[in-house]
């Protein structure tokens, strides 16, 4: 990517989000041109509509916005393999939906923001977050929501 040296961050999973020329970042899904409906994570293929046929689902850039829809908040570190904290730090997650996809994506929310700082409805920002440094010391990035400003 033109213009970015650092070497030391990486996602943690390639292909499902990117970033604008103003570095604002988006969620990568894919869209049936078909019958129109959404999925996320993006997929090459079988879109999900049971009244569809379709084989062919095509890369979009997803709403940077959209509303809570549930959330709640993980006062446990999750088992290995997965990465946790050390110590753990207790945080939310956040089910958004995003209104012009008819999707609901679930996603970490951001350091600093717990479960009783959310509401159902609220406007909620597409933004990225460390998770987890893996053991070629290379910081790997995960997409996570922020209260929308
Ligand atoms: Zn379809």
Redo the contacts with the bound molecule.
């Keep these: 990517m033109p213009g970015v040296t650092d070497a030391g961050s990486q996602p943690a999973i390639e292909g499902w989000w990117d970033t604008d020329e103003s570095g604002a970042p988006h969620l990568i899904g894919a869209k ?6 959404y999925v996320f994570p993006p997929r090459a293929n079988n ?3 049971p009244a ?3 084989d062919v689902l095509e890369p979009v850039a997803l709403s940077r916005r959209g509303t809570v829809w549930s959330y709640t908040e993980n006062r446990y570190p999750p088992p290995a393999p997965y990465p946790a904290s050390d110590p753990f730090e207790p945080f939310a997650i956040a089910a958004v939906q995003l209104e012009a996809e008819g999707l609901i994506v679930l996603g970490k929310v951001v350091e600093g923001t717990l479960a009783a700082d959310l509401k159902v409805g609220m406007e909620m920002e597409l933004t990225t977050m460390p998770l987890y440094t893996d053991a070629d010391g290379v910081e790997r990035t995960t997409y996570a929501w922020e209260i929308a400003k």
């Design positions: 049936c041109p078909q019958c129109g409906t879109c999900p509509s569809c046929d379709s």
